[in-house]
């Protein structure tokens, strides 16, 4: 297949849906590895989710797809996205060990509206209605769970923000991948490259769980954080990014909720007040934006 044939065809609904599972697999592994961050090195468990996730593909899909696998049109822009994929995984997964999940998932809000400024400045993608409202609702959202005499006003609250900014470049080089390479060559391509980059700090930080039941959720984090970026990457190919990004706030319904079935963990009136003020921004972008699409585009 192509990727200069013809412009692809919409499918919003798809797209969501795919998102948002994306999403929730996401949380979940973001529960695993903090439950595993009490007693592991965090480089050892970023390295892990990662080098597992490679391992499965390969597999998983090797066998079908051979050197396939490794073959991209934009091998530079493959090897970039994946760069930039381990360094917001290691800045989250750090900030993740010292925050509550729900605080440290709402710091990381922020990404959607950077991918809608983004992508319009990068990729050309219409700019939504209120756009600019949103983003300054949002970043008032962040701000009220972030603040003087918080429990999370301290310096580990810049990591998921630092995050939120690498992942916001990758969830753009996604997108642009998606028309060039397949899927799963984009998934594959990332995973070795978070592996390899991260491999050069588990030197320093390596140590044996002491549990098996450590093993087993180091394994799952590849498995659950593999199956996420399958349909990050489908839900992209399916619509575009500036109608997706706001969805992305689902992440924090699902991090709010395992942090207190998990962890017991319920962030206080002013932070519940700050996440409903991003999700409701969020959906009420979503909302404004479903309208059809215009024939041949993205």
Known sequence: MSGAGPARESHPIRGILLLMGAVMAFATMEAIVKWLALRNPVAMIVWARYFF??????????PAMGWGLVRSRRPGLQWLRGAILGV?????????????LAEAASLTAIAPI??????????GERAPAGTAWALALSFSGVLLIVRPGSAIFTWAALLPLGSALCYAGYQLLTRKLSTIDDGRVSQF???????????????FHWQMPEQPLDIALMVATGAVGGFGHLLLVRAFAAAPVSLLAP???AHLVFAL????????NLPD?????????????????????????????D
């Open 189 to 203: 391509i990332g995973a070795l490259v978070a592996t390899l980059l991260l491999s050069l700090l588990v030197p």
């Open 88 to 100: 917001s995984s290691l800045l989250f997964f750090a900030g993740l060990k010292v925050l509550p």
């Open 53 to 62: 996730h490679t391992l499965l593909i390969l597999v998983f899909m090797a």
């Open 269 to 297: 009136s002013t932070a519940l007040v700050g996440m409903a003020l991003i999700v409701s921004t969020g959906v009420m972008m979503g909302v404004r934006q479903r309208r059809p699409a215009e024939p041949g585009r």
């Open 257 to 264: 909720l395992l942090g207190l079935l998990v962890f017991g």
């Open 114 to 123: 950077l991918v809608t400024v983004l992508g319009v400045r990068l990729l």
């Open 247 to 249: 969805f992305t706030y």
